[in-house]
């Protein structure tokens, strides 16, 4: 035992020096020096605990010492894997960005080859008609030796002025299909931020309760610890008891 | 070494605590290294003879080791979501662009069954030009003059396509995108749900594990009671 330290009564204990076990024991860590660390990132109650142990470093055990220096090594490896978590999250969300762009690219150029195809085919189309109606037109008029140059001309003319105003049906269809599209666009986007809004809430109300589970499996393993040493302890105390000669002790009844 | 004490210094003598640090901070040893897990096990059996200062400090450092463990689980929840996001993008962008393509295959075919049918008309044309041999029927002018009404007309509708097309595609691109980016996030927003749920699953599973497990030990606080009673009524004799 060390010197007896005169501590008020409350305090009256051992201090680490006095603890027998504790005379040989050898720093694990190089924490004869109290750590360095950007003490104004911490706490307030943090910076001032550092302010009154900083100078008095020296007088902590090399156990305290170890301890409080290996609480600091495992907030700095702490500390580097959030850095390097958002690192990564950066990376990821510049893949994010780079896929979205040429995602968006590739899909914009087939958009538009497919709309050349679109319109090709239209134009492909009407010509196909008309030149299927001369060659009807033609056959018949071959026949019919009375149809005239004239009259064969009056008929393409209609034929044409027939297809401008298909055409004007056409574009008038192009606009309702258009507003159409638009508006089933809307509402499937609509659609799934109504969804996106009712997985965030569902997400929100999970979190909370893995929090309150995992604070209740936290104290549900505290109070498992705190009797498993318990039980422990009664054991060992019921071996002390047990190895007591019974003719050393005296029971006081009542 | 010196042997002074945190005990012996007079300005320390009132200290206060900051934290409620008469017990040790309790959490899973598993998260920690090794070397911590060794001094930790010894210092803990002698915790309550750590001045209040040190307690307080290694309390402290607890805390902000703890709030950066959550800032790690959040940014670890936030890169799964992220990668999952990532990921369900890329799969329905690859879908979106295979459909593209196979439309554009469609169309290919049909413009060639086109092409290839108006060719023949084109012959069955020439075929009639001969027939009228004398010209009769003027076909020769009756199809120039088609051919150019015709590409007149497809003029016409190529500018009314154009129109359509560029309405058309900036209201489809800018839903396409988001809808995009919104199915993938809902995608990652239900695998994170059902994650969320098969942890609540194992956690509540744990838990009552641990109930029935506490309830068992609850023996033993009430015998460290009937001991305590009984040590308080024995007393030693002195060996003879």
Redesign the interface.
Known sequence: MGDEVNLPLFRKKKTFWQIKELEGYLSKLNSQIPPDYEVTTMSLDHQALDEIIRPNWEYLHSLEQDFIFSWFMEYQTAQEKKKKLQKELEEINKEMADTQHNSESKIDELNGQLQMLSSEILNLKNELIQKNQLVEDLSSAIQDKQLSRKELQEKLEQRIQDMKKEMILQQKEFETSQMEIGKQFEKKVMELDEEKLLLNETIEKNKEQISKLEKENMELKKKHHLLTNFREKIIKLQSIISEIPPELLTREDG | ?????????KE??N?ER??ESELPP???FEQ??G??Q???A??LE?W???HP??Q???T??????TQ??K??EN??N??EQ??S??QN??DN?KT??QN??S??NI??S??NI??Q??QQ??E??KE?EE??GEN????TE??A??EK??AE??L???E???K??E???Q???A?????????S??TS??D??AK??E??LQ??T??TQ??T??NK??I??E??AE?MDLIT?????E?E
């Open positions: 070494m010196s042997n002074q004490s945190l005990w012996k210094i320390l003598e200290y900051k934290f309790y959490y899973d920690v290294s070397t911590h060794e001094i930790e010894t210092i002698y309550e003879y750590l200062v040190i307080d400090f290694v402290s450092w607890f805390h902000s080791w950066v463990k800032d790690i940014l670890e936030e890169k992220r990668l996001m990532l993008y890329k962008s979106k662009i593209l393509e439309k554009i169309k290919q049909e413009s086109l092409k049918k108006l008309k084109e069955k044309i009639l027939i009228d009769r029927l003027g076909i009756l199809r003059e088609l009404q015709l007309l497809n016409k509708l190529a009314m396509q154009k359509f097309e309405t058309q595609s209201v489809t691109r839903f396409e995108n988001r809808i995009m980016l919104f199915e996030e809902v927003l239900k994170q749900i969320q749920e942890k609540i956690l509540q744990e838990n641990l109930k497990q506490t030990l609850k033993f606080e015998k460290i001991i009524t024995i007393s030693f004799k060996p």
